[in-house]
């Protein structure tokens, strides 16, 4: 004799002993330090700016210690353009050219003011160029050759005052205040990523 199940019942669901709410709250908890991880990537982890001389120093170093400044890529075919607007040398920028057509660099616009109202100027290093420029509160565009990502040295061209020289730039999250620098033989290491 066989048992056969009663035709009428059927397997009843199970209801879930979990909220739904936990997993949303789980999710956001993620997302939440996913965007505190990359605060700190982009702002520069490690930066201590507790005194005026230390600042300046936690951004100096080696790579790891880089401040890391998203900044907007300049179309290759506007290129020359953007070049014959730059203080570059006529060779130099014949170079850069051909670096852009070989696919070698990237044209990236680094727009950097007086973020303390100090003035002075500064020299930006990027790879075998540099550019020296004057800080104004309004903002001045840099032409900065790069690879995808690459380094740029901020160097005093000048001694600063007690001050200090204050720069800022303009990335793609809007302006950002850079650590001051006070000594002639600082140097503000920054890292540059196109986007």
């Not at 790891?64 to 006529?90: D, E, H, K, T, W």
């Not at 007086?114 to 309004?138: E, N």
């Amino acid at each position: 004799m066989q048992n056969k199940p009663d035709p009428a019942w059927q397997p009843q669901p199970q209801t879930a002993e979990k909220s739904p709410n936990l997993r949303l709250g789980l999710i956001g908890m993620a997302a939440c330090v996913l965007m505190a991880g990359a605060g700190l990537h982009f702002y520069g982890a490690g930066k201590n700016t507790s005194g005026p001389a230390l600042g300046a120093e936690s951004a100096t170093g080696n790579d790891s210690q880089r401040m890391g400044l998203p900044l907007n890529v300049i179309a290759p075919q506007n290129a020359a353009q953007a070049l014959a607007g730059s203080s570059f040398s006529a060779q130099q920028q014949a170079d850069i050219l051909a670096a852009v057509k070989r696919r070698d660099v990237r044209l990236v616009a680094m727009p950097v003011y007086d973020a303390t109202g100090a003035g002075g100027m500064i020299t930006l290093v990027c790879g075998p160029w540099q550019q020296s420029v004057g800080l104004t509160a309004r903002p001045t565009t840099v032409i900065l050759p790069i690879s995808m990502s690459g380094h740029v040295d901020i160097i005093p061209t000048a001694p600063p005052g007690p001050a200090g020289i204050g720069s800022g730039a303009i990335t793609v999250f809007g302006p950002m205040p850079l650590p001051v620098l006070y000594k002639q033989g600082d140097t503000l290491a920054l890292t540059v990523i196109a986007q």
